[in-house]
């Protein structure tokens, strides 16, 4: 029998043991042994839960007891999820997760620490919910060098997007109903301003570097400025918007990390990847170009993924399966000299200043009367934003092209 304990009874938490209980015989056929929730820690009681007397307030009790071999840490944050990791780890006890703050930040000291202790850090949910994605990198493709990585990786704003697009909502609303549906971060700031997308980027970007990639040094931005007026000219170019996590680690082993919303064709292979659903289409040496798809949000995709992270723990005893990269802060290329074409919606009757700014901008036609859209050129971003800053209030909005 094997005994964990879960970290945080919320949504993810109580996926897990929801997951757990009910494919009970499933994971005793494939680990071999069952698999028991001895300990719920939460600050709250849950009186009628019928789980209520596995709860716990008192970490100390997890942590000195021998039975307990694998905990899930599904609580958030980076202040007691962080203390309590790294003193489960430092004890030889598995830790598995959905926490990207956690990881993004402090990854290569847990794994570090995992390593060293012959136990595992396992963060399947942290990046993209249910799709195996760290997974497929760590193992299915370890003989292969993942080059690049474009990915849809929050279902908040993939949500919100794909309503404001198919239904013409309004942000607000569309926001409501994630938050509802429990696809939100306790704070939504984190979704909709690219921080959560950041975090999950910058997890990739480890892996790919094998270094430490600051979540908090990646270029970000969120989802705040795009109006259903964008979506009409996306609509009228045969294209869409979403807010994409793009990483590609260049050949002096300094990486190009981004997120922004982008506008894309709608058959491009991520632009039909709608509502909460994730997608992450990576680039390999030797495989080229695969895509992965599910739910990036939710209670029982979320505890999919952290269930199969006890799984490998369960089933590798004394064995780290988890390659760790370097507390070494990886080189970050400056973004303001990337290429992009861009999408401009300036003012009605700006057309004029908009040609003479941008030579070879083409336009695109919405039939709307209260402003205009153009394709600019290729160009580097320092050179846009530069002319950008010289057109003053006729620029409405801009946004970069896939
Ligand atoms: N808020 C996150 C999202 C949860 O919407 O994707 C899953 O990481």
């Not at 709860?55 to 905990?71: A, R």
């Not at 600051?214 to 705040?224: H, L, Q, R, S």
């Not at 988890?322 to 861009?342: G, H, I, N, V």
């Amino acid at each position: 029998m094997i005994k964990i304990a879960v970290l945080g009874y919320g949504t993810v938490g109580s996926g897990v043991v929801e997951l757990i209980e009910r494919n009970n015989t499933l994971l005793k056929e494939r680990a071999g042994e069952e698999i028991v929730i001895k300990y719920i820690l939460d600050l709250r009681d849950f009186p009628g839960d019928p789980y209520e007397d596995k709860v716990v307030h008192d970490f100390g009790m997890i942590l000195t007891d021998p039975e307990i071999s694998i905990l899930c840490e599904v609580m958030g944050g980076v202040g007691a999820a962080y203390r309590f990791t790294k003193q489960a780890l430092e004890a030889g006890k598995s830790v598995c997760t959905s926490n990207k703050e956690l990881v993004a930040k402090h990854g290569a000291e847990l794994l570090a620490i995992a390593g060293r202790m012959r136990c595992n850090y396992m963060f399947e949910a942290s990046v993209a919910g249910g799709i195996p994605i760290i997974r497929s990198i760590n193992s299915a493709l370890v003989a292969d060098r993942v080059e690049a990585v474009t990915g849809i990786l929050n279902g908040t704003t993939n949500y919100i997007l794909t309503k404001m697009e198919q239904e013409g909502a309004d942000y607000g609303d569309a926001l409501k109903q994630a938050q509802e549906l429990g696809y939100a971060e306790r704070n939504p700031e984190a979704d909709v301003e690219g921080l959560d997308t950041g975090r999950k980027i910058a997890i990739l970007a480890d892996m790919l570097t094998g270094k430490s990639v600051d979540p908090d040094k990646v270029a970000t931005e969120g989802i705040t400025k795009i109006t259903t007026a964008d979506f009409a000219y996306a609509r009228a170019a045969g294209m869409t918007i979403k807010l994409l996590a793009r990483c590609r680690v260049l050949e002096d082993g300094s990486a190009w990390v981004m997120v922004a919303p982008y506008m894309l064709p709608t058959e491009h292979s991520l632009g039909r990847v709608d509502d909460v659903f994730n997608g992450v289409q990576i680039t390999c040496t030797m495989l080229g170009e695969a895509m992965f798809g599910g739910k990036g949000a939710g209670k029982l995709p979320t505890a999919s993924a952290v269930a199969a992270d006890v799984m490998d723990c369960a089933m590798h005893p004394g064995r780290t399966v988890m390659r760790a990269w370097s507390d070494e802060e990886a080189k970050l290329t400056d973004t303001a000299q990337t290429e992009s074409r861009f999408f401009l919606r300036v003012k009605a009757g700006s057309a004029d200043t908009v040609r003479k700014a941008f030579a070879g901008s083409v336009p695109v036609t919405a039939e709307r009367e209260e402003d205009e859209g153009f394709f600019t050129p290729a160009m580097k971003e320092k050179e846009f934003r530069a002319i950008c800053a010289g057109l003053g209030d006729v620029v409405l909005n801009r946004i970069r092209l896939v």
